[in-house]
């Protein structure tokens, strides 16, 4: 079974930088769309952004221009890239992987979960 871990979360000042990395294990990336999502306190969980087995990425517009995603099929890992980091960023930071063939950031489209990481943005 596919198992996706979250590492590089914890807290970070208005301003700072993070990068979370989500391993795969138990089956190849390149078989996979891969997106980060996010779910604050009392909020919905939201799509952050998401690549592509070809590359291409997307971001929410909220993030568009601070977060960069990646992949490495070599490494089976994906990783997001956090600047200039706001309080409106603090929430749980999930990695999640589609077999779909289309890149979106709709969480129906997900099958496979990690636990997720905390991100705190102290003002």
């Known amino acids: 079974a596919q198992v996706l871990v979250e590492s590089g979360g914890g807290p970070v000042q208005t301003g700072g930088s993070l990068r979370l990395s989500c391993a795969i294990s138990g089956d190849s990336l390149n078989k996979y769309v891969m997106a980060w999502f996010r779910q604050a306190p009392g909020k919905e969980r939201e799509g952050v952004a998401g690549?592509?087995?070809?590359?291409?990425?997307t971001y929410t517009d909220s993030v568009k221009g601070r977060f960069t995603i990646t992949r490495d099929n070599a490494k089976n890992t994906v990783d997001l890239q956090m600047n200039s980091l706001k309080p409106g960023d603090t929430a749980v930071y999930y990695c999640?992987?589609?077999?779909?063939?289309?890149?979106?950031?709709?969480?129906?489209?997900?099958?496979?979960w990690g636990q997720g990481t905390q991100v705190t943005v102290a003002s």
């Open positions: 999640a992987a589609s077999t779909s063939v289309w890149l979106s950031l709709a969480e129906f489209q997900y099958e496979y």
């Open positions: 690549i592509h087995r070809n590359g291409e990425t």
